[in-house]
């Protein structure tokens, strides 16, 4: 059995652990977007399962939304993440049909807050980073971007010189101010998030999925003794530890910031990390094809584990065995209520 058909069964069973996130957001029963076997082909990415993970963050979302069209500026979040301001029309047409784009926008802001306010990177970075997790939600929805974009940016310039007034809590950044996504801008984000991170990288530990990270978020674990180094034709080389990083944090952030479990944030995160991969040159399957590869060599190797692992992965996925096995390595993994509803008296006495 390999590991694709594994991850499926295991989705296939997931259960709820009813876990909120820093926002108060209850984290839906995994049950609400289990997949297929089918939907993990593309190395556990589906349209699918993205299109869910889009679609649920904004109805958990819209709460908090607020209307402002009179406001100079495309979207935003207030300092206190109680309200996004959305100043832009919620629909636009594409070949006759209304497409309602709200969503995306929301997407937007909630990865640029979750991933800027969580490691301290700067807005511009930030942004940068969201935008390509926008892009692959709205292509994936069948939009083109240049049209999408280019409906923004028109609404941008009709906004140009309105001295409307701005809320005083508004946080602004430079969201939607350009919308020229590029790969060196990509890069530089890249940089600058695992510089920021670097220092709390831990490669001492056992992680049978390969990377994970500590409950609070200070630490982002890789599994020990790997080789992270990736051969690309022409002889150049890939420290893929840097994407590995970048999709554990995104993943975290999206986790804790807005309550968003597993399965979704993974899904988002993921679309963020293939655009940094294809950035490089690299092609996503030769890629994934490594990650199966090492992620096969950390499976079952269990002496090791964190004691303050988030377990979150793990019991979204109802890995029953994997979490059993890392509590008898860590008892103290038993502390987090997730693990004990999974393993109820079987694991955790």
């Known amino acids: 059995m390999n590991l694709r058909t594994i991850f499926s069964i295991f989705l296939l069973f997931s259960v709820s652990i009813g876990q909120t996130g820093q926002a108060g957001i209850k984290r839906p029963p995994c049950r609400d977007f289990i997949g297929t076997a089918a939907a993990w082909v593309d190395t556990k990415i589906s349209g699918k399962m993205l299109d869910e993970a889009v679609n649920h963050l904004y109805r958990f979302l819209v709460p908090k939304i607020e209307t ?44 640029e807050t979750a991933i800027r306010r969580t490691y301290g990177i700067s807005t511009e970075s930030a942004t940068e ?29 009709n906004k140009n010189g309105s001295r409307a007034q ?34 709390r ?23 020990r003794g790997m080789k992270y180094k990736l051969l690309r034709l022409r002889g150049k080389t890939y420290d893929i530890r840097k994407t590995v990083v970048l999709h554990e944090a995104g993943e975290k952030a999206l986790m804790d910031h807005w309550g968003l479990n597993y399965p979704h944030a993974h899904q988002i995160t993921s679309r963020v990390e293939k655009a940094a ?21 950390a499976w079952g190797r269990v002496s090791k584990i964190p004691p303050e692992l988030d377990m979150t992965p793990y019991c979204d996925e109802n890995d029953f065995d994997t979490v059993q096995a ?20 079987e694991g955790c006495l």
């Open 129 to 157: 980073l969201a935008t390509w997790a926008e892009r692959a939600a709205v292509e994936n929805a069948g939009i083109p971007w240049g049209k999408y974009r280019d409906f923004i940016l028109e609404q941008i310039q």
């Open 68 to 111: 402002r069209k009179s406001l100079p500026l495309i979207a935003g979040c207030s300092r206190d993440e109680k309200t996004i301001y959305i100043a832009v029309d919620s629909h636009f047409y594409l070949n006759g049909s209304k497409r309602e784009i709200n969503r995306f926008i929301v997407l937007h802001i909630a990865y």
């Open 166 to 199: 701005v809320p005083s809590d508004l946080l602004q950044n430079d969201y939607f101010s350009k919308k020229v996504l590029s790969k060196e801008g990509l890069m530089d984000a890249l940089e600058e998030l695992t510089s920021k991170v670097a220092s």
């Open 201 to 223: 990288v831990d490669e001492s530990y056992d992680i049978p999925y390969l990377a994970g990270y500590s409950l609070d978020g200070k630490e982002i674990y890789l599994h």
């Open 277 to 297: 991969v294809q950035a490089w040159g690299l092609q996503w399957s030769r890629y994934d094809q490594y990650l199966q590869e090492l992620i096969s060599k």
């Open 326 to 345: 890392m509590v008898r390595s860590a008892p103290s993994l038993c502390q987090q209520n997730q693990v004990k509803e999974l393993l109820g008296g």
